[in-house]
């Protein structure tokens, strides 16, 4: 299961780092009380504008783990990953 957020600016709203580790948190717990495996990940808009996968495996190759973090991941270079 996943959650995905489309997220535009974060330099304006310190809260940003927080909400990503209570995301992160829910989706652990989430995966230890049902055995369904939750993942989130935050696509930043600007790397996807106008360039938006054709499929939802198109998408999910298109993402890495971010930096210091479990499940949170982010949107890799389009150019580079294989967008189906």
Not at 1 to 29: L, N, S, T, Y
Not at 47 to 58: E, I, V
Request: charged residues 30%.
């Amino acid at each position: 299961m996943w959650i995905i957020e489309i997220k535009g600016r974060e330099d304006w709203d310190a809260e940003v780092p927080r909400k990503d580790a209570h995301a992160e948190w829910w989706c652990e717990q989430v995966t230890k009380e049902t055995g369904v495996e939750w993942r989130y990940a935050k696509l930043p808009y600007r790397r996807y504008l106008g360039n938006w996968p054709t499929s939802f495996a198109a998408l999910i190759k298109s993402l890495k783990p971010g930096p210091g973090l479990k499940q949170i991941l982010e949107a890799v270079n389009m150019e580079e990953s294989a967008v189906e």
